[in-house]
């Protein structure tokens, strides 16, 4: 069984092949346009995914020893994500299925990134407890089957992910930012600054107060004194980074304790970041989870993922038509 995966949700062009359950390829491109712009530029994502699909997929089936003929199957992420990004996706592995009469599969991004726990060892044991952390989500998803999922908290208005990046550019740090402030936050005090924690109810987060709190904070400090962020970079982004990941863990640990589930995960671009892997790993020796963390490459957008959760549709027979369409919103 040859699948072949396509992932263009935002600025990653990435194709991947797996065969019988086992990642073959996994072709990355890389948007770097964006940097100047200080952020993703949807319409000139669209347009890099176009100039980057053709050549992605064929190195991914290059990688795998694999023809078009050999292919039983292509997947492609419907969404969420960035509409225009996704039509390309979309469009191309559409095209290719109706050319060599092959099904297709749709794949919710979101649940991908879930299941790229699946594509090396050690696996985690069903149930368990995901914790989705990018851009564009923050959700705490309980995981009974490879197929059944159901979101127990999320964010109800900014992601953490975004909570980063709009952190870097006030400190005018380049895009991307979250990265950097991780950088300099291990070599920062993370008790530097506190900042105040949002109290919602339940398992929900919220960023947004935050992201206020610490622009008023910043404003405040340069204006007695100017060299204040130069001066103090390191605990400044200790210090916001080290709240971030406080909440996070605070509503993981709580999901925990409700559920019962000791089976714990972490998914999404934010996953990648060391602040977090390492706190989350110290909290699980201390309350005796089994804690799985992906790999990096598998953090960021991948097709891996993309084709690791076509493997399991596959299995299921769930298959889509050729009238199917992306969408920006996708529930999960």
């Known amino acids: 069984m040859n699948i072949l995966a396509i992932e263009s949700s935002c600025d990653e062009t990435s194709a991947a092949v797996i065969t019988n359950g086992k990642i073959c390829s996994n072709v990355v491109a890389t948007q770097l346009i964006h940097t100047q712009y200080g952020g993703v530029v949807p319409e000139l994502a669209s347009r890099a995914h176009q100039q980057h699909i053709l050549p992605v997929v064929n190195n991914a089936l290059n990688d795998a020893k694999v023809t078009k003929k050999d292919l039983d199957a292509i997947a492609f992420t419907k969404g969420p994500g960035l509409l225009g990004a996704l039509l390309v996706g979309t469009s191309f592995a559409k095209?290719?299925?109706l050319g060599l009469n092959i099904p297709l599969i749709e794949i919710n991004h979101m649940q991908a990134h879930v299941l790229a726990h699946f594509i090396d060892d050690p696996k985690p044991e069903f149930p368990f407890l995901c914790l989705t952390v990018s851009g564009g989500h923050t959700q705490i998803v309980k995981v009974t089957g490879p197929l059944e999922m159901e979101i127990i908290g999320e964010t109800k208005d900014d992601a953490v992910g975004e909570a980063f990046d709009k952190t870097a550019k006030l400190l005018d740090l380049p895009y991307p930012g979250g990265p950097l402030i991780d950088k300099y936050a291990a070599l920062g005090n993370p008790n530097a600054y506190p900042f105040p924690l949002p109290e919602m109810p339940g398992l929900d987060f919220s960023f947004s107060g935050i992201k206020t709190?610490?622009?008023?904070?910043?404003?405040?400090?340069?204006r007695e004194n100017p060299n204040f962020i130069s001066e103090n970079i390191n605990d400044i982004c200790a210090s916001v980074q080290f709240t971030l990941v406080d909440i996070l863990l605070k509503k993981l640990k709580k999901a925990s304790r409700e559920t019962g589930i000791r089976e714990i995960t972490i998914a999404g671009g934010v996953s990648a970041n060391s602040g977090l892997r390492k706190s989350l790993l110290q909290l699980g020796e201390k309350l005796?989870?089994?804690?799985?963390?992906?790999s990096f490459e598998y953090c960021t957008d991948n097709a891996a993922m993309i084709a690791m959760a076509a493997h399991y549709k596959f299995e299921a027979n769930d298959f889509t038509d050729q009238t199917v369409s992306p969408m920006a919103r996708m529930e999960f």
């Open 95 to 97: 095209s290719m299925a």
């Open 213 to 222: 709190s610490f622009m008023y904070f910043l404003q405040k400090q340069v």
């Open 288 to 294: 005796g989870w089994k804690v799985y963390i992906p």
